[in-house]
C-alpha cells in the first residue's frame, strides 16, 4: 500500500551523553559527504563534511566516520545538548549533484 | 555574508493561481539548487544550474514547473498553474564547484 509520509528513524538520547546517527549511502563513485542538521523551521545547516580520501574527520563536538568497504557514514555528536535535538541528513555526492539520505530526528531528553 | 536568500518565506495561494518563488545565492558561489522537501518524498532535487545554465531538471515534477536564472545573483522557480499537491517547502541552495552546498531558509508554499 502506499505510505502516509516517511517515517524518520529517531534517536533518543539522555543530556550529557554521546550520539551517533548513522547513514547508509548507495554509490561506490561518491567522493565527498557531509552532514546537515535540521532544525524545525529552518533550512538544512551545515554541519562537517569529509571527501572519499578520508575515513575521520574531527570538528567542534562532532566527528564523521567514513568506512567506504561498506558504504556507511556515521555521525558522531559528544555531550549532546538540548540544543542538537533536530533531523540529520547525510548528503553523497556521486557526480555534480548531491544526493541525500531520508534523515534521522535525534531527540535529546532531560 | 548573508547567505542564500529566499522569498517570500511563506505563501499561502488558491489552486489555480501562479506561485513565483525567488532565491539570492551568496556572491561568487556558482552552482545553484533548487529542492523540494515534503513529508511523503523528503528533500528532492528539482533542477540546478552552473553558471547560470541549467545542467540537469530531470527532477521537475511537470511542465507547470519552470527555473530561470537570468544572471549570476538571482533565480526564480515558478508553478503555474499550482495546485495541492505541491505544497511543500522550496529551499535554494548554492556552491562553489566541488564544495558544500548552503541552504536557504525555504520558502513554505500552501496551496489550497
Known amino acids: 500500500g502506499e505510505s502516509v509520509g516517511l517515517h524518520l528513524p529517531t534517536l533518543s538520547v539522555q543530556e550529557g551523553d554521546n550520539s551517533i546517527i548513522n547513514c547508509a549511502y548507495s554509490?561506490?563513485?561518491?567522493?565527498?559527504f557531509i552532514w546537515y542538521k535540521q532544525e524545525s523551521g529552518k533550512g538544512p545547516q551545515f554541519i562537517i563534511d569529509?571527501?572519499?580520501?578520508?575515513d575521520k574527520r574531527q570538528g567542534q563536538r562532532v566527528t564523521v566516520l567514513l568506512n567506504k568497504t561498506v558504504k556507511h557514514l556515521s555521525l558522531q555528536i559528544a555531550a549532546t545538548q538540548p540544543g542538537d535535538s533536530a533531523v540529520y541528513f547525510c548528503?553523497?555526492?556521486?557526480?555534480?549533484?548531491?544526493?541525500f539520505g531520508p534523515g534521522t530526528r535525534l531527540s535529546v531528553l532531560p | 555574508d548573508a547567505g542564500v536568500i529566499q522569498s517570500p518565506r511563506h505563501e499561502v495561494t488558491e489552486m489555480g493561481q501562479e506561485v513565483t518563488l525567488r532565491c539570492k545565492p551568496i556572491?561568487?558561489?556558482?552552482?545553484l539548487f533548487w529542492y523540494r522537501q515534503t513529508m511523503m518524498r523528503g528533500l528532492e532535487l528539482l533542477i540546478y544550474?552552473?553558471?547560470?545554465?541549467?545542467?540537469?531538471d530531470s527532477g521537475m515534477p511537470e511542465d507547470r514547473f519552470s527555473a530561470k536564472m537570468p544572471n549570476a545573483s538571482f533565480s526564480t522557480l515558478k508553478i503555474q498553474p499550482s495546485e495541492p499537491r505541491d505544497s511543500a517547502v522550496y529551499f535554494c541552495?548554492?556552491?562553489?564547484?566541488?564544495?558544500?552546498?548552503?541552504f536557504g531558509e525555504g520558502s513554505w508554499l500552501t496551496v489550497v
Open positions: 554509490n561506490s563513485a561518491s567522493d565527498y
Open positions: 556572491s561568487g558561489h556558482n552552482s
Open positions: 544550474f552552473n553558471n547560470n545554465v541549467p545542467i540537469d
Open positions: 569529509i571527501r572519499s580520501n578520508m
Open positions: 541552495a548554492d556552491a562553489t564547484s566541488g564544495n558544500t552546498i548552503y
Open positions: 548528503a553523497e555526492r556521486p557526480d555534480q549533484n548531491f544526493v
